[in-house]
């Protein structure tokens, strides 16, 4: 196994309890009654909470994938599929729950943020972890 990915594979129980406990924090920080931003009548898609939303949501794809970083799981699609779609249904379903929670609004740009740092992390993180487990599947088979 090469030094770099022996780094990464280091990183696989810290990426998950980082992962658990980030989403702990994203549950929270979305269900606390009265964290929601005022409402000025004015919507602007330069917002300080929409950067928020992306980041939040495109460093949980990248826990998620670090954590998952092994060849079964970059092999399986159906794997990767399932965990793309969970993490999407969470993005939507917390943004619809706000509805539900005093003080809390539902926000169509807060849920299209989450997805954007969904897909962005996962392009980012998922690809150059991808190759880097080809890689050395290569040099395993190729000594």
Request: aromatic fraction near 18%.
């Amino acid at each position: 196994m090469s030094e770099r990915a022996m780094l990464i594979s280091k990183f696989r129980k810290p990426a998950a309890v980082l992962f658990w406990t980030w989403l702990a924090c994203l549950l929270f920080l979305t269900f606390w009654p009265g964290l929601s931003q005022p409402e000025n009548g004015e919507e602007s898609f330069i917002n300080p909470d929409y950067f928020f939303h992306f980041g939040a949501y495109f460093l949980l794809t990248g826990l998620f994938l670090l954590w998952k970083f092994s060849p079964g799981f970059y092999r399986n699609s159906r794997a990767i599929i399932l965990s793309l779609s969970a993490l999407f249904a969470l993005a939507v379903l917390t943004e619809f729950i706000q509805k539900a929670v005093p003080e809390r609004a539902y926000n169509p740009y807060d849920m299209l943020c989450n997805a954007l740092g969904i897909l962005t992390g996962f392009i980012t993180w998922y690809f150059p972890l991808n190759r880097l487990m080809k890689t050395e599947e290569k040099n395993r088979e190729n000594p």
